[in-house]
């Protein structure tokens, strides 16, 4: 319903770290209990990577992560932000943000906002 706006993707050397931004569009509001990022891999299914609840008390990761991704929220809770550290070449990627109105949401299906994607490009 309402376009996400993300930033922050770029090429980046095994090892090293990105941070993912995302916010609504500018001039619109989006109505977000859940915030999430997603990915996309070449020939691969669209896959969860981190959710988080609006007030910072529930947070979700994919099983992959490892603790290398930190998924937060600024004190407005209007921007959210994936730290992504020691990024490795298959977590190569286009990678989503998403708001849902579920209060607790992993699920592509829950989430009815989605930015244009960026893309994390990490070499070997």
């Known amino acids: 319903q309402v376009p996400l706006v993300e930033s922050g993707g770029g090429l980046v050397q095994a090892g090293g770290s990105l941070r993912l931004s995302c916010a609504a569009s500018?001039?619109?509001?989006?109505?977000?209990?859940?915030m999430g990022w997603f990915r996309q891999a070449p020939g691969k299914e669209r896959e969860f990577v981190a959710g988080?609840?609006?007030?910072?008390?529930?947070?979700d990761y994919a099983e992959w992560v490892k603790g290398r991704f930190t998924i937060s929220l600024d004190n407005a809770r209007s921007t959210w932000f994936l730290q992504m550290n020691n990024l490795k070449p298959d977590d190569t990627a286009i990678y989503y943000c998403?708001?849902?109105?579920?209060?607790?949401?992993?699920?592509?299906?829950?989430?009815?906002?989605w930015g244009q994607g960026t893309q994390v490009t990490v070499s070997s």
């Open positions: 998403a708001a849902s109105e579920e209060h607790f949401a992993t699920n592509g299906r829950q989430f009815n906002s």
């Open positions: 500018s001039g619109r509001t989006v109505s977000r209990n859940t």
């Open positions: 988080i609840r609006w007030s910072g008390s529930w947070t």
